[in-house]
């Protein structure tokens, strides 16, 4: 049986104002798999995740989904809407319209599929607004719906924003240091949500991390970065302390000891 590639990154390589962010990248993301790119700051995380999305363009190599190219050479697909529909983003911050209620921000997963009118009026039919509430009763917070985005912990407006790419319908979600900004529980919460959708539902699931605790309980495979370049990539038990000194040095302390502990 042959797996499908969800996403290949190919000799990849970016730089901001002369200054490397990425030096010759290559990894290959199974459909289904749930991986961890792991670094210190500065490492290349956030900036290898916005060129997967088509959020950056590289300045040579390549980025793949589903065996399509998104960019190539810093040039973008003539169907980058339809690539980028495939993958849902989650962010640090959460990218929610604090304004709007809940189920109007699940909803704008919906408008890489609505004609422009529908999109510019946010206009959506009574089944698409059930479908924005069943993806919000999976992710446990059916009860807030009609609450405006603002008035949700961290945590809610975390899972307001995995319901969004539920109702996109993504096939891959990229999450960009998603708990960052939560408490314990929260955290806990959210990545066991995270595991669920990718064991239930098969999504691929892409998550950027300094946490090297959280890794080890929740992910197999993982994909160490330091200053653009990719020094680990395997199954996460390797990717011991003493594996982690070898590659960070005197960095290694931000990533074991930053958010110390198991979460509960």
Known sequence: MTTTVAIEVTNLSKSFKGKPALKNVSCTIKEGEMVAIVGASGSGKSTLLR?????????????AIFGTAL????????????LRSQIGCIFQQFNLVNRLSVIENVLVGNLSR???????????????????????????????????????SGGQQQRVAIARCLVQGAKIILADEPIASLDPES???VMELLVELNRQS???????????????????????????KVMF?????????????????????????????ELP
Request: net charge neutral; hydrophobic share 40%.
């Open 51 to 63: 060129h997967m999305n088509g959020l950056q363009s590289g300045d040579s190599g390549s980025v």
């Open 71 to 82: 960019q190539n050479d810093g040039h973008f697909h003539s169907k980058i809407r339809f």
């Open 114 to 152: 609505l004609s422009l009118v529908r999109s510019i009026l946010h206009l959506f039919t009574q089944e698409e607004k059930l479908q924005a509430l069943a993806a919000l009763e999976r992710v446990g917070i059916l009860e807030q719906a009609y609450k405006r985005a603002s008035m949700l």
């Open 187 to 189: 955290s806990r919460k």
């Open 202 to 228: 098969g999504i691929t699931v892409v998550t950027s991390l300094h946490q090297i605790q959280i890794v080890r309980s929740y992910y197999d495979r993982a994909i160490a970065l330091r200053a653009g």
């Open 233 to 261: 990539d395997g199954a996460t038990v390797e990717l011991d302390n003493a594996k982690l000194e070898e590659i960070y040095g005197a960095a290694v302390e931000e990533i074991v000891m930053r958010g110390h502990g």
